[in-house]
């Protein structure tokens, strides 16, 4: 799984957030933000970064291709 976290306001990635996907914690690769290996599931996301809102979404949905 992968994401890209930007500011709503200037469009700008952020790349001192954090992301957790229940309870995996995001790696950054300098370009986006990946789980690695995450099961079928559904599951809290969770993401913050100094200076930010916390985002959260209780039920991100990881189907089969």
């Known amino acids: ?3 890209t976290i930007f500011d709503s306001n200037t469009g700008n990635a952020i790349t001192n957030a ?3 996907l229940g ?3 995001a790696t950054y ?3 986006d933000y990946f789980f690695a290996n995450v099961p079928y599931g559904t ?3 969770t993401v ?3 200076g930010y809102t ?3 979404n209780p039920a991100v949905v990881i189907n089969q291709p």
């Open 1 to 3: 799984v992968h994401l």
């Open 18 to 20: 954090t992301a957790m």
């Open 23 to 25: 309870s995996m914690t």
């Open 29 to 31: 690769n300098g370009i």
């Open 43 to 45: 599951y809290a996301l």
């Open 48 to 50: 913050t970064a100094p």
């Open 54 to 56: 916390n985002y959260t």
